[in-house]
Structure formats: structure tokens, C-alpha cells
């Protein structure tokens, strides 16, 4: 079965600093991965998705993620937080089988970013 | 959010009340699912659907069921059975059938509170 771990609870950085929030996964096979972003009282929106190909995948609001197959990681990272980047940060994995595939989220990892 | 309306925002209710969450997709996708999303444990998976009058229980279906008589509907019923149903739920859809690489996309959520 799939797991996907996010182990820090929160993430503290100042504006302007880049970030780094982590994600590590469990799969047979090959993964394919997803970042979601939600704002308080506000439903998931999507960010980015890994399927195959380069192991740096860009997504929306200059967010980017990289795959690491070696330490099944998939760190979502920006090289300049902003303010307003500061929300609860979800990781998700589903696996490569045909048919139906529940897709595993992680506990989340809140961000707040520092003026 | 776009796409999807979930209604209504905030819902109270009190023991021993049935009460619906409505859900409504005009991105014309297929499956639709619904999840709930407790503090600090992700999200889990209550109930999916894949087409029209057809729906397969998800982790925690107890206390809960749905209907999918429309395309673009799959309203999800917080049964009495339901023994702590305060919670936010979330409705999403996606693309049927399901490559593993399909995104799925979420609606806004209702935050359902038992007095």
C-alpha cells in the first residue's frame, strides 16, 4: 500500500527566503505525485504533479518540486517565499496500477512565511 | 475551486439530525469523490463515485452515504450512525477512468459542526 510521510508539522521562513517543504513516499512501482496547497476554510488547490520525465517539475505561483527516486522524496521548494505563500501544504501519492487508485495524502505541513 | 460548488459553507446540526452536503461539478468528469479532513490527519477517503448510479465505499464509509443519480452531482448524506461527524469535507472530481496521472480537482469544502 502507499504512504506518504510530511514530517515537519510547520515550516517558519522570512520573506524572500527560499523554501523547502518536505515529502517522502512509499509505492510499488513507479509514483506519481502530487503537491495541493489550501488557505484557510478553503478547499485543496492543485500546485503540481509528477509523472515521469525530468525530475524537476514546475507548477503554479513560481513553485517547483523535485524527484528524487533514490530517497522516494518529492520536496516542494520556491526560491523566494512570499507572505501570502503562507497556507497548509499537502502531499499525495498514487500508484501506477490500471483501475481505480486511491490517492494517499500526507498530514500536511503548514507554512508561514515572515514578513 | 472553480468548477466545483460545494454547499453550504458552514452546516450545524444537531444529534440525531441527517443532514446533506450538496456537491456540484460542471467540469464534466466522471468520478467524484468525497473526503474529510480532520486536524493534522490529512485527508481520508469517505465515498467515490465513477459514473451515474454507481458508487464504491471508500477508508471510512460508515455513518455516511451518498447518491449519484446526475453527472454533475453526488450529494453526501452525515447519517446519525455517524458518531463524530464535526469536520470540514471536501468534494473533489477527476477524469474517468482513472489514469493514475489525473489530477483531481476540489471544491471550497463545508465545515459541518454537531451541537
Known amino acids: 500500500a502507499q504512504s506518504v510521510a510530511q514530517p515537519e508539522d510547520q515550516v517558519n521562513v522570512a520573506e524572500g527566503n527560499p523554501l523547502t517543504v518536505k515529502c517522502t513516499y512509499s509505492v510499488s512501482g513507479n509514483p506519481y505525485l502530487f503537491w495541493y496547497v489550501q488557505y484557510p476554510n478553503r478547499g485543496l488547490q492543485f500546485l503540481l504533479k509528477?509523472?515521469?520525465?525530468?525530475?524537476l517539475v514546475k507548477g503554479s505561483y513560481g513553485f517547483e518540486a523535485e524527484f528524487n527516486k533514490s530517497q522516494t522524496s518529492f520536496h516542494l521548494k520556491k526560491p523566494s517565499a512570499l507572505v501570502s505563500d503562507s497556507a497548509l501544504y499537502f502531499c499525495a501519492v498514487r500508484g501506477p496500477n490500471t483501475g481505480f487508485q486511491k490517492l494517499v495524502f500526507g498530514t500536511g505541513t503548514r507554512l508561514l512565511v515572515s514578513p | 475551486d472553480g468548477g466545483i460548488t460545494q454547499s453550504p459553507k458552514y452546516l450545524f446540526r444537531k444529534e440525531g439530525q441527517n443532514v446533506t452536503l450538496s456537491c456540484e461539478q460542471n467540469l464534466n468528469h466522471d468520478a467524484m469523490y468525497w473526503y474529510r479532513q480532520d486536524p493534522g490527519q490529512g485527508l481520508r477517503l469517505i465515498y467515490y463515485s465513477q459514473i451515474v448510479n454507481d458508487f464504491q465505499k471508500g477508508d471510512i464509509a460508515e455513518g455516511y452515504s451518498v447518491s449519484r443519480e446526475k453527472k454533475e452531482s453526488f450529494p453526501l448524506t452525515v447519517t446519525s450512525a455517524q458518531k463524530n461527524p464535526t469536520a470540514f469535507y471536501l468534494c473533489a472530481s477527476s477524469m474517468w477512468p482513472p489514469e493514475a496521472t489525473d489530477t483531481q480537482y476540489f471544491g471550497p469544502g463545508t465545515r459541518l459542526t454537531v451541537l
Open positions: 509528477y509523472i515521469t520525465g525530468d525530475n
